[in-house]
């Protein structure tokens, strides 16, 4: 079965400074790897996420990821965040194909200080 | 993408009784998933509900403390039966589009 792990459960940064959320999957041979969003008593939202292709993947609201296979990570990056950052953020991984079971990380509260 | 409404958006409880939460997706899909989210930490899936047949439900979960119901392609209620205090959490429901979740609003439960 996959697993993910989130290294930071709070993360604060000043705002308009860059942030890195990290992420390691146990390693397989292929795998689905996401990143969702929870704002304070909301559902989660999907940030973005590698399916195949490209190793950078670019998502909503100016966050990206790197999916790198050798290190078995997808770390989060946004370059310059703003308040409106401040939620948790849950890393996610399962194996390719249809309907296959989504497992969650721990998350990491990412606290914007103005 | 999916959109799902989910209701209610939370309900306080008391010990012994049952709240059944409801999530309507804008679109047929073929499986609707349920998380719990208990107080500061991550998601955990209950049960993965296919229509026209029984959900099947992860370890540590039971059909009868979690009775799942799946009428049609876009409807799907989770019921909370003989509620105690180690039940208050967040229930989300989703389904699967193209190999991302969607998820509701999620139902915020407490049991006193």
């Known amino acids: 079965a996959q697993s993910v792990t989130q290294l930071d459960s709070q993360v604060p940064v000043f705002e308009e400074a860059p942030v890195e959320l990290r992420c390691n999957y146990s390693?397989?041979?292929?795998?689905?790897l996401f990143w969702y969003v929870q704002y304070p008593n909301q559902g989660l939202q999907l940030l973005l996420k590698?399916?195949?292709?490209?190793?950078l993947v670019k998502g909503i609201n100016g966050f990206e990821a790197e999916f790198n296979k050798s290190q078995t990570s997808f770390h989060l990056r946004k370059p310059s965040v703003h308040i409106s950052d401040t939620a948790e953020y849950f890393c996610?991984?399962?194996?390719?194909?249809?309907?296959?079971?989504?497992?969650f990380g721990t998350g990491t509260k990412l606290q914007v200080i103005p | 993408s999916a959109v799902i409404s989910q209701k209610p958006s939370r309900d306080i409880c008391q010990r012994g009784t049952s709240l059944t939460i409801q999530c309507q997706v804008d679109?047929?899909?073929?499986?609707m998933f349920w998380y719990r989210q208990q107080p500061g930490q991550s998601l955990t899936l209950i049960a993965t509900?296919?229509?026209?047949?029984?959900?099947?439900?992860e370890s540590g979960f039971v059909i009868d403390k979690f009775p799942i119901s799946r009428p049609n392609l876009t409807f799907s209620t989770l019921t909370v039966s003989n509620m105690s205090p180690e039940d208050s959490s967040i229930y989300l429901c989703?389904?699967?589009?193209?190999?991302?979740?969607?998820f509701g609003s999620g139902t915020q439960l407490s049991v006193l």
């Open positions: 996610a991984v399962s194996d390719p194909g249809g309907y296959q079971k989504v497992t």
């Open positions: 390693s397989s041979v292929s795998v689905y």
């Open positions: 590698y399916l195949s292709g490209s190793t």
């Open positions: 679109s047929q899909v073929t499986m």
């Open positions: 509900a296919n229509q026209g047949s029984e959900a099947t439900y």
């Open positions: 989703s389904t699967q589009v193209g190999g991302s979740l969607f």
